[in-house]
């Protein structure tokens, strides 16, 4: 069974860090691209990055370039969202997702989704 679970969320001040993790089970990441993607209430879910398997494609929201970093440890079959410098704005439930696309950053191409983790960031 495929799944993936994020964990990491939490609340925050502005200014402060949170770092995601994506646990990936019943199937290899290694051949997929990684994404991470997030939605705020009221809000339509929006990219925030993604990387592919072999780390060539590595995309980011402009929003969060310089601020949030994605990595994955293939090996351990997890992806990371590191974030730093964090703005109130980020608040919103982040989820970790699979594709087969190559650096895809449109969400309807990753058919794996996990739960969400929700991060609050206050000001």
């Known amino acids: 069974q495929v799944r993936l679970v994020e964990s990491g969320g939490g609340l925050a001040q502005a200014g402060g860090s949170l770092r995601l993790s994506c646990a990936a089970s019943?199937?290899?990441?290694?051949?997929?691209?990684m994404g991470w993607f997030r939605q705020a209430p009221g809000k339509e879910r929006e990219f925030v990055a993604t990387?592919?398997?072999?780390?060539?494609?590595?995309y980011y929201a402009d929003s969060v370039k310089g601020r949030f970093t994605i990595s994955r440890d293939n090996a351990k079959n997890m992806v990371y969202l590191q974030m730093n410098s964090l703005k109130p704005e980020d608040t919103a439930v982040y989820y970790c997702?699979?594709?087969?696309?190559?650096?895809?950053?449109?969400?309807?191409?990753?058919?794996?989704w996990g739960q969400g983790t929700q991060v609050t960031v206050s000001s």
């Open positions: 990387l592919s398997w072999s780390g060539a494609w590595l």
């Open positions: 997702a699979a594709t087969s696309v190559v650096g895809s950053r449109n969400g309807d191409d990753y058919a794996n």
């Open positions: 019943g199937f290899n990441i290694s051949r997929y691209t």
